[in-house]
């Protein structure tokens, strides 16, 4: 049996706003029966204000996919579109007091539907996630066709890379081996296409074909923010104080940061506030931010900073 | 730790019997002196040694009563009905040169699987059965299968999952004619039906104490005289040479205890538990629609019901059957560590939206009418519930205006 949190159990046993709204203004369906789990959210917007004025659920899964969706509506009401965008799939978790591991996604799914049902409020369609193939990174529920394509689009070859893209091991890492995988085939691919594949040394960040992920696709600069960070890096560049911009890392930094920050899909964002000798100091917004992201993230900047310097890099936020 | 806690409460309801048993106070009291008085090395020359070599043997011969072997030395005490099966393959194919194939089927335990999986990674090739939408083979199917080259046929006697029962002294006897050894995994055969291997012909069969009321951590393997054989674990003279290690004396001892008293309460399942099971099953299906038994229903284990409830997702149930403290289990992705439903319902293509939604319900001698009562209580007021919460469930319901999706519960699709 699943280890839940109090918190859970009473959302699964109790469930607020399990019902149908009929007359919802914003649906969002995510997930199939074939998947195990499908929710359908139903909100009711006020059109003149944007106040999500009730909100309710009907969800088709485990313990905790029930409760992760009782536990949106209840986070919504009352909330204006503008707030409920801002809701991350950690803040579903952390009003919950944890979910286990094994279930990320049923958070995950509950963020996806929102999604769908804001899409669906401005008349526009929103295609799920469950249709990207075999679940390969069950924190994050981070599909194999999402894999591939970060590996394929942005020519990654580790699987750190891979997490930076998609987050997919970046939670309990058992999938890293998987996700290896899954690099080497698409690296198959490539190569028949005529892409040299870097060697099989620990390959420097700077290595990444900057080119390419100026050219991301579509999808990706839609859930992701590679225009506004390329704008805000700029931005920032400016506020940059003079003792920052003299150190000897500072070019380096600046494109390891710029590189991290296109790289993530979120909606999170990473910008250079100072540099003082080894120690950079961050500004963080979106998921990665707060709570277990932040941590990891932070985790992460430093590896790719220390590597990318060859210097013992310390990484903090202000 | 509060001992007296099982999770679900005291006077928890225990149908999850095809995980594992509660042990037999009769066994724990046959093991006590051998965990507390006789600590003896069964290998030692003096004093110490002689009472735990006599109860090792003992035990040999009751487990050698009880699945009808005709000879105890061919019983090999392992520990757990998955070292016994890895055994059985691995000896299999290591013992007869030139041979490489090994023929089983697609409802196997991971201990079979998995193992199969690893040797087809290193030249091995399997072949599997097909399964009928009920689970059963086919006998032709299964001599066709049969070559030169087969070191192994092995086909589990009874399914985890869904009772059935498959003919095995019927496929040993065919194989016996192609020249093939045969093993079966009997884990959840024996105690349930009844086992005779000397008329059979059987070269090896797996099972463990833990399914038949003795702890865990203990297992056997049958190895016919006769049958050419290549330990597994090497490294010392016990059991006659063929699995080394130091004998697990007290659970040899629980084992052999436990085997005794299944043979004593046969009779017990195949008529009262039986007839419990069967009115579980009758209590469902009338009182709760749009459900279905997965399985043969004319050849399975007496204690076994696995039943799918379309629309709703097994994990989801078997935690609110857990608030009434009664355990069962599920085929569903959730309630496991793959996200995807379980090998058998996939491999009798029972369509993933009903296999999300199976529940296992198995009985032991153990289970009383007043469990199976609650249960048929509680029952169809957690799948009308958990249905009410169902986008797929739509009787009775407004439907609202305007969508763009609609959800569909009869998908027969399935997942690559």
């Given at each position: 049996?699943?280890?839940?949190?109090?918190?859970?159990?009473?959302?699964f046993?109790?469930?607020?706003?399990?019902?149908?709204?009929?007359?919802?203004?914003?649906?969002?369906?995510?997930?199939?029966?074939?998947?195990?789990?499908?929710?359908?959210?139903?909100?009711?917007?006020?059109?003149?204000?944007?106040?999500?004025e009730?909100?309710s659920?009907?969800?088709?899964?485990?313990?905790s996919?029930?409760?992760?969706?009782?536990a949106?509506t209840?986070?919504?009401?009352?909330?204006?579109?503008?707030?409920?965008?801002?809701?991350t799939?950690?803040?579903?978790?952390?009003?919950?007091?944890?979910l286990?591991p094994?279930?990320?996604?049923?958070s995950?799914?509950?963020?996806?539907?929102?999604?769908?049902?804001?899409?669906?409020?401005?008349?526009?369609?929103?295609?799920?996630?469950h249709?990207?193939?075999?679940?390969?990174?069950h924190?994050?529920?981070?599909?194999?066709?999402k894999?591939?394509?970060a590996v394929?689009?942005?020519?990654?070859?580790?699987?750190?890379?891979?997490?930076?893209?998609?987050?997919?091991?970046?939670?309990?890492?058992?999938?890293?081996m998987r996700?290896?995988e899954?690099?080497?085939?698409?690296?198959?691919?490539?190569?028949k296409?005529?892409?040299?594949?870097?060697?099989?040394?620990?390959t420097?960040?700077?290595?990444?074909?900057?080119?390419?992920?100026?050219?991301?696709?579509?999808?990706f600069?839609?859930?992701?923010?590679?225009?506004?960070?390329?704008?805000?890096?700029?931005a920032v560049?400016?506020?940059?104080?003079?003792?920052?911009?003299?150190?000897p890392?500072?070019?380096?930094?600046?494109k390891?940061?710029?590189?991290?920050?296109d790289?993530?899909?979120?909606?999170?964002?990473?910008?250079?506030?100072?540099?003082?000798?080894?120690?950079?100091?961050?500004?963080?917004?979106?998921?990665?931010?707060s709570g277990?992201?932040?941590d990891?993230?932070?985790?992460f900047?430093k590896?790719?900073l220390?590597?990318?310097?060859?210097?013992?890099?310390?990484?903090?936020?202000r | 730790?509060?001992?007296?806690?099982?999770?679900?409460?005291?006077g928890?309801?225990?149908?999850?019997?095809?995980?594992?048993?509660?042990?037999?106070?009769?066994?724990?009291?046959?093991?006590?002196?051998?965990?507390?008085?006789?600590?003896g090395?069964?290998?030692?020359?003096?004093?110490?040694?002689?009472?735990?070599e006599?109860?090792?043997?003992?035990?040999?011969?009751?487990?050698?009563?009880?699945?009808?072997?005709e000879?105890?030395?061919?019983?090999?005490?392992?520990?757990?009905?998955?070292?016994?099966?890895?055994?059985?393959?691995?000896?299999?194919l290591?013992?007869?040169?030139?041979?490489?194939?090994?023929?089983?089927?697609?409802v196997?335990?991971?201990?079979?699987?998995?193992?199969?999986d690893?040797?087809?990674?290193?030249?091995?090739?399997?072949k599997?059965?097909?399964?009928?939408?009920?689970?059963?083979i086919?006998?032709?199917?299964?001599?066709?299968?049969?070559?030169?080259?087969?070191?192994?046929?092995?086909?589990?006697?009874?399914?985890?999952?869904?009772?059935?029962?498959?003919?095995?002294p019927?496929?040993?006897?065919?194989?016996?004619?192609?020249?093939?050894?045969?093993?079966?995994?009997?884990?959840?055969?024996?105690?349930?039906?009844?086992?005779?291997?000397?008329?059979?012909?059987?070269n090896?069969?797996?099972?463990?104490?833990h399914?038949i009321?003795?702890?865990?951590?203990?297992g056997?393997?049958?190895?016919?005289?006769?049958?050419?054989?290549?330990?597994?674990?090497?490294?010392?003279?016990?059991?006659?040479?063929?699995?080394?290690g130091?004998?697990?004396?007290?659970?040899?001892?629980?084992?052999?205890?436990a085997?005794?008293?299944?043979?004593?309460?046969?009779?017990?399942?195949?008529?009262?538990?039986?007839?419990?099971?069967?009115?579980?099953?009758?209590?469902?299906?009338s009182?709760?629609?749009?459900?279905?038994?997965?399985?043969?229903?004319s050849?399975?284990?007496?204690?076994t019901?696995?039943i799918?409830?379309k629309?709703v997702?097994g994990?989801?149930?078997l935690l609110?059957?857990n608030?009434?403290?009664?355990?069962a289990?599920?085929?569903?992705?959730?309630?496991?560590?793959?996200?995807?439903p379980?090998?058998?319902?996939?491999?009798m293509?029972?369509?993933?939206?009903?296999?999300?939604g199976?529940?296992?319900?198995?009985?032991?001698?153990?289970?009383?009418?007043?469990?199976?009562?609650k249960?048929?209580?509680v029952?169809?007021q957690?799948?009308?519930?958990?249905?009410?919460?169902?986008?797929?469930?739509?009787?009775?319901?407004p439907?609202?205006?305007g969508?763009?999706?609609?959800?569909?519960?009869?998908s027969?699709?399935?997942?690559?």
């Open positions: 049996m699943w280890d839940y949190t109090d918190k859970v159990k009473d959302h046993l109790h469930p607020r706003n399990a019902r149908v709204i009929e007359d919802a203004n914003a649906v969002g369906d995510v997930g199939s029966i074939i998947c195990g789990d499908a929710l359908r959210l139903m909100l009711k917007i006020d059109p003149v204000t944007e106040v999500i009730d909100a659920f009907q969800t088709y899964g485990c313990g996919a029930i409760a992760s969706s009782s949106l209840e986070m919504l009401k009352g909330k204006t579109l503008k707030e409920a965008e801002k809701i799939t950690q803040e579903i978790v952390d009003y919950l007091g944890g286990p094994e279930k990320m996604h049923c995950v799914m509950g963020r996806e539907a929102l999604d769908a049902a804001i899409a669906n409020y401005h008349g526009q369609s929103y295609e799920n996630s249709d990207d193939g075999e679940l390969v990174c924190c994050f529920g981070v599909g194999i066709n894999i591939k394509k394929w689009e942005n020519h990654l070859t580790t699987v750190e890379e891979v997490t930076n893209y998609t987050k997919a091991g970046g939670g309990c890492g058992s999938c890293k996700i290896e899954i690099i080497d085939e698409v690296w198959v691919d490539l190569e296409c005529g892409v040299p594949r870097p060697g099989h040394a620990p420097p960040i700077p290595s990444i074909t900057v080119s390419t992920s100026t050219t991301s696709s579509p999808a600069s839609s859930i992701g923010t590679v225009t506004s960070a390329k704008g805000a890096t700029a560049e400016a506020q940059i104080d003079e003792k920052t911009k003299s150190s890392i500072y070019d380096d930094v600046v390891i940061l710029k590189e991290v920050s790289g993530l899909t979120d909606g999170s964002k990473v910008e250079l506030a100072a540099i003082s000798g080894a120690d950079v100091i961050v500004k963080l917004e979106g998921p990665a931010s277990m992201m932040k990891m993230t932070l985790g900047l590896q790719k220390t590597d990318g310097t060859g210097r013992q890099i310390n990484v903090a936020t | 730790m509060n001992t007296m806690d099982l999770g679900a409460g005291l928890g309801i225990y149908l999850d019997n095809n995980a594992t048993t509660q042990i037999d106070p009769k066994v724990v009291e046959a093991m006590l002196p051998y965990l507390n008085v006789y600590f090395n069964a290998s030692s020359q003096h004093g110490f040694g002689v009472p735990v006599k109860a090792i043997e003992r035990a040999r011969e009751q487990v050698a009563d009880f699945l009808g072997a000879h105890p030395d061919e019983i090999i005490f392992t520990s757990c009905a998955t070292e016994s099966d890895n055994t059985a393959l691995w000896s299999a290591w013992s007869q040169k030139g041979k490489t194939e090994i023929i089983t089927t697609p196997e335990h991971p201990a079979i699987m998995q193992t199969c690893f040797l087809a990674s290193h030249g091995a090739t399997i599997y059965l097909k399964v009928s939408g009920k689970g059963d086919d006998l032709d199917e299964f001599e066709s299968l049969l070559t030169p080259q087969t070191a192994l046929a092995s086909v589990m006697w009874a399914n985890n999952e869904t009772g059935n029962i498959y003919p095995v019927e496929l040993a006897e065919i194989a016996y004619k192609h020249g093939v050894m045969f093993h079966t995994d009997a884990v959840q055969a024996v105690s349930k039906i009844p086992v005779d291997l000397k008329n059979t012909k059987i090896m069969l797996s099972f463990s104490g399914k009321h003795a702890p865990k951590g203990i056997v393997l049958y190895v016919r005289r006769g049958t050419r054989f290549i330990p597994f674990m090497k490294g010392g003279h016990q059991e006659r040479g063929r699995r080394a130091t004998e697990n004396v007290p659970y040899i001892v629980g084992l052999g205890v085997c005794e008293l299944a043979k004593k309460h046969l009779e017990d399942v195949n008529s009262r538990v039986r007839a419990l099971r069967d009115k579980l099953q009758q209590g469902i299906l009182s709760i629609p749009e459900c279905f038994v997965t399985g043969d229903e050849r399975r284990t007496d204690n019901l696995n799918a409830f629309f997702e994990e989801a149930i609110m059957l608030e009434y403290g009664i355990a289990s599920s085929g569903s992705a959730c309630s496991s560590d793959s996200l995807e379980s090998h058998v319902m996939r491999a293509n029972v369509p993933f939206s009903a296999a999300h199976t529940i296992r319900f198995s009985l032991s001698r153990f289970t009383t009418e007043e469990d199976i009562n249960t048929l209580e029952l169809p957690i799948i009308s519930t958990l249905r009410s919460m169902s986008p797929y469930w739509k009787e009775g319901k439907q609202i205006q969508l763009d999706h609609e959800f569909d519960a009869d027969k699709e399935v997942r690559a």
